[in-house]
């Protein structure tokens, strides 16, 4: 499934998430929380990170064809990201799917995923973007939310995790955490983005805060290619996020 993200303030659709769904022959669509932790740490989680980035990039070709030239992201499994060679594998799969432009193609990691070795997670990340794959650290804040990872890990994005864009309206201490990672993502030169967008007053405080993309259920829910095919044209912004 994709899950689109947004300029808030213009109204664009500015790339997707790639979202991965079981069609379970009895309990029908089932999200990720109800299957990953099943092959977490087993050689079957490697295998399944495989073949989301393969669906990821097939998809991407798609909405190429139908003119849709949006960037979408993947997530990486600590395990997998930290498998050697991930970055020459990670060529290779792009050199299958020679349509992708590296640009379009967008890697998410959580923190738990550098904590393990930074050093070498940090290598692949800089022959990942000499690749022209951009990285994005998602759920931010949720973890140690080291300063080192900003100061050592090569990337573009960070992510402010939904847990604190629902809290911060009505929870001081949440509210200084996002404005805290607007102000860390400016001043290291990041883009930021805020995941778990579910009301229109969220999204007011968040460009009020100077946060001007999202993602989340206010925008829209994940969705099949061909849905977000179809969505993407006739999406727009709730008015109140068009204001000054």
Known sequence: F????????SGTV???EALARWQHPERGILPPAAFLSLIEGTDLEIAFGQWVVEEALSMLEHLDAQGLLVPVSINIAAQH???AGFADWMAQCLAR??????ERVEIEITESAALYDLMAVAGALTDLRA?????????????YSS????RRLPM????????F???MMGDPGDLAIVQGVVGLARSFGYRVIAEGVETVEQGQMLLQLGCLQAQGYCIARPMPVAEFIRWVPGWSPPAEWQRP
């Open 2 to 9: 994709l899950q689109p993200k947004a300029d808030m303030r």
């Open 14 to 16: 500015i790339g997707a």
């Open 81 to 83: 990201l930290q498998q």
């Open 97 to 102: 799917h020679p349509g992708v432009p590296p």
């Open 131 to 143: 690749l022209g794959v951009s990285v994005s650290l998602d759920d931010f804040g949720t973890g």
């Open 147 to 150: 300063l080192t990872y900003l």
């Open 156 to 163: 573009d994005t960070l992510k402010i995790d939904r847990s």
């Open 165 to 167: 864009v629902h809290g």
